[in-house]
């Protein structure tokens, strides 16, 4: 039950900040002078860009270790049967797999 509450919980949040991204946007589109970008790609590409820009910022926010984290992603990775090499990266750490699983690719 606990794990069903944090999905609608993440879902919710990536829903609110999606929401204030698409009204900040909007804000700066019509109150700016340049135009809209052509590519759409590039559009999404930024809207992206910025999400994982505020999800990074919550992540902070909540001050989560990264043990707790670790111990969160093995624990939906056993859930789902989930056997591939999994990596977290964080700035200025060394990379390595969270299941310790061999390379898919060598």
């Known amino acids: 039950m606990v794990k069903k509450k944090l999905g609608h919980f993440a879902s919710a949040l990536v829903s609110l900040l999606l929401r204030k991204i698409s009204v900040s946007t909007g804000y700066k589109e ?11 790609d590039l559009y999404l ?3 992206l860009k910025e999400l994982f820009k505020e ?8 001050m989560y270790s990264p043990e707790e984290i670790d111990r969160a992603i093995r624990d939906q990775c056993e859930k789902y049967a ?4 999994v990596r977290r ?18």
């Open 82 to 85: 989930i056997n591939i090499p």
């Open 55 to 62: 999800l990074n910022l919550v992540k902070n926010l909540l």
């Open 45 to 47: 590409k930024a809207i």
């Open 89 to 106: 990266l964080l700035p200025g750490a060394t990379v390595h797999d969270l299941l310790n699983q061999p390379p898919i690719i060598q």
């Open 30 to 40: 019509f109150y700016s002078k340049e135009p809209l970008p052509e590519d759409i």
